[in-house]
């Protein structure tokens, strides 16, 4: 019988990567991706995985706990890989709630789901809870967020992942669920819904549009290759220590400006520019609220204990990165146009 894996939010940015590798690594494993299909989830991510044998779709949402229970007691789950999440701090910002009901009560019926559902056995299960580094606050100059970092979340987007964290470690001591979590910097690469920095600005160079900075554009982030997020969260699945949280990173660490400096290059090159003009539609905007200075992961715990390091340098990533949007224009205009938006209807509910 083969092993039922639920990924919640596969839909998404990062989900979609990670169904993508379960689906084609593990085809002894039957994939079920659950997703709301709100705006940043497309099925049009996984065009490629769809008609595999080992993959289902499932559409409903986290905080519906009926539908949830129902789900649990059709499929039989041996895991849950969690990513499904409101994610964008400037969302976040104009509409809190929407994200306390995702982020927090969401995680709570799925963990409530579980312990439902292996309440006799555990043996085998596990529930992965995959949050964010900005649950730590914000830091200095110098110094790297660790799993014994203190939580000091400064966002309602960071406030509600850092509850939901909470609320997984609590099921893991008081009832004694097998979970593990980790916690991840910036993510970058194919299928980023363009609300965020790097598509945002490969769609606005691309376009001849202003290039929107938040500030000066000192704020540091350390960027991962949404690939080797993918490989991590394989690999702490598998072989991660129940109850222990692992910190994500690619060890790479850039400011603001200098990351849309360098795409500027790039698009430029790749777009037969002179060089240079790309640079002229970048425009500094007003510092959003609350906007944490540096974002920094110490990995050493997850490259000692089980083997993972990042394996892209952030300069050949953010080419490929920008390879994948020229070369997937139809994508990206179904995704700003809303057309994405209609696949479901198309090709679940016409059959």
Not at 3 to 32: D, M
Not at 274 to 282: E, K, N, R, V
Request: charged fraction near 25%; proline fraction near 3%; hydrophobic fraction near 35%.
């Amino acid at each position: 019988m083969k092993r039922k894996i639920l990924i919640t939010g596969g839909a998404g940015f990062i989900g979609s990567h990670v169904v993508r590798l379960f689906v084609n690594k593990y085809p002894e494993y039957q994939v079920i991706n659950l997703d709301a299909l709100t705006y940043a989830g497309n099925l049009e991510n996984l065009l490629d995985v769809k008609d595999k044998p080992n993959y289902t779709f499932e559409k409903g949402d986290i905080t519906d706990e009926a539908f949830i229970d129902q789900l649990f007691e059709q499929y039989q789950f041996d895991g849950v890989i969690h990513l499904a999440a409101e994610s964008h701090v400037d969302r976040s910002i104009m509409d809190p709630l929407a994200f306390i009901k995702t982020n927090v009560l969401g995680t709570a019926v799925l963990l409530n789901a579980c312990k439902r559902l292996w309440k006799d056995n555990t043996e085998g299960k596990r529930f992965y809870h995959v949050s964010t580094d900005e649950v730590y606050g914000s830091l200095g100059e110098e110094g790297l967020f660790t799993e014994k970092t203190a939580y000091d979340p400064r966002s309602p987007y960071s406030a509600s992942k850092a509850s939901s964290d909470h609320f997984v470690m609590a099921y893991y001591h008081t009832y004694h669920l097998p979970v593990v979590m980790s916690n991840c910097s910036n993510n970058y690469g194919s299928h980023h819904f363009p609300e965020k920095l790097i598509p945002l600005a490969i769609y606005n160079i691309r376009n001849n549009k202003p290039v929107p900075v938040y500030g000066k554009g000192e704020n540091i982030r350390d960027w991962l290759w949404v690939d080797d997020h993918a490989r991590a969260i394989d690999t702490i699945f598998h072989q991660g220590r129940t109850g222990e949280t692992y910190n994500i990173g690619g060890i790479n660490e850039w400011k603001n400006i200098d990351l849309i400096r360098l795409l500027c290059t790039i698009m430029d090159k790749k777009l037969g520019r002179t060089p240079g003009t790309s640079a002229q539609l970048i425009t500094f905007v007003k510092d959003r609220a609350g906007h944490d200075l540096r974002y920094a992961i110490d990995a050493t715990k997850l490259n000692q204990e089980l083997g993972w390091q990042p394996s892209l340098q952030f300069e050949e990533g953010l080419e490929k990165t920008v390879d994948w949007y020229l070369a997937n224009e139809e994508w990206l205009q179904h995704v700003t146009s809303g057309a994405y938006q209609h696949y479901y209807e198309q090709q679940y509910q016409t059959r």
